[in-house]
Structure formats: C-alpha cells, structure tokens
C-alpha cells in the first residue's frame, strides 16, 4: 500500500521557538495533502489542506498565520508552528491523496507529537 | 457537521468475544470509513463503505451501513489482544475529506 512519513516523530521545544514538520508521500505524488491535530483522547481535527504549487486552505478557526503550511512539491508538504505555546502541544498528523486512487482513499502519516514547553 | 459520533466511547472485552462499535452521523455522506489507531501512533485504514451499500466484510471485520437512522457500525469477531487501540468513523461528503468522530478505545484483556 501507499506509504507517507512524517519527520520527526517526536519534537520537544521552548515556547516562543518555530518547528517544522513534515510529510512525504514515498511511493506516489500527491497533489493534495491534509494537516490534522490532535489531542488527548479527542478527534482528528482538520486543519488545512495543503494543495501542491498554491495556498493552503485552512478551516475555520485555524490561524493560518500561526501554522505555515508549503506544499512545493509533489511528494512533500511541510507544517511549520511559529512562535509555539504550550497549547500548541498536540499530535500532528498528516495524510495524502493519490491521484489516480479512490479519490475517497486517503493515506496517514504516522503522525509528529509536538510538545512545547 | 457530518462529524461521526461514536459510542461507546470506551469497551472492554475478554479475547475471543466479539466488539462492537457504532457510529451515527447527522448529514448526507457519500461515504464512511473505518481507522484504528494504537496509542500514540498514526492512523491505519480499515474499511470504506459507500452510501449505497449496506454492508462490507473484511477478515474478522465487519461493517454495516443503514442511511436512513444515519448509522454505521463495525464488528470484530473473535477478538485479540492486539485487536486493542481507538477506532474512529470518518464521514465524507462531497469534497471526500474525512471528518472524524471522537473514537471508541476497544481493550481486549487476554
């Protein structure tokens, strides 16, 4: 099946410091990634979809300013905290769809846990 | 929304009984998919079924979907204890992006 990584897996950092992560779909290219958060025992939360080669869209009450999304490739779309909190501390997952697939088949990463002190 | 709900939201079984979880969502979907994800890890793909089937089976799984209660629910029969992890219903609508329930944490105590 369709792989997707996600780098790092785990990152800890000071409040006020930025963190990028990322995700890369290994065996395809994908047009069109999703950035999901989540916490503890809750949901997954959508928060943009990441369109290679244009902006993001982000949803409602996603502060777009705050979590930089680049999609510039086919295969990598990168999620970038600035100026993290402690309420950004969260579980970091992206996923990807591949062209030509069941366009209602997504593929997961296995997700960046985020802690910010 | 077409957010999923499940329940319950927390079952525990012995090995070899069967789980079952539900799912119930609140507007037309063109499909709904099934995830397991173990603790802390990522999201694994169980099973999508489309707004005009009724049922799919997978290995020890299976799905039912009824349309018009707005309902779905997953059985695993004869369960194990590495069947244990959160198991989350998604629902998509016209733009095929997955909206998650909050999930059903399944133990199997062997």
């Known amino acids: 099946g369709a792989v997707v990584s996600q780098h790092p897996s785990r990152v800890i950092c000071k409040s006020g410091t930025s963190v990028k992560i990322e995700c890369r779909s290994l065996?395809?290219?994908?047009?069109?990634m999703f950035w999901y958060r989540q916490f503890p025992k809750k949901s997954l939360m959508l928060m943009a979809t990441s369109n290679e080669g244009s902006k993001a869209t982000y949803e409602q009450g996603v502060e777009k300013d705050k979590f930089l999304i680049n999609h510039a490739s086919l295969t990598l779309s990168t999620l970038t905290v600035t100026s993290a909190h402690p309420e950004d501390s969260s579980f970091y997952i992206c996923?990807?769809?591949?062209?030509?697939?069941?366009?209602?088949?997504?593929?997961f990463g296995p997700g960046t846990r985020l802690t910010v002190l | 929304s077409q957010q999923g709900e499940e329940d319950p939201q927390a079952l525990s079984i012995q090995e070899g009984e069967n789980a079952t979880m539900n799912c119930s969502y609140k507007t037309s979907i063109n499909n709904l998919q099934w995830y397991r994800q173990n603790s802390g890890r990522g999201l694994v793909h169980l099973i999508l079924i489309r707004s005009n089937e009724r049922e799919k089976h997978s290995g020890r799984l299976r799905v039912t979907l009824d349309t018009s209660k707005k309902s779905s629910s997953l059985l695993i029969t004869a369960s194990r204890a590495a069947d244990t992890a959160s198991y989350f219903c998604a629902t998509s609508g016209g733009s095929y992006i997955p909206t998650f329930g909050r999930g059903t944490s399944l133990i199997v105590h062997p």
């Open positions: 996923s990807a769809r591949r062209p030509g697939g069941p366009t209602d088949t997504q593929y």
């Open positions: 065996d395809f290219q994908a047009t069109t």
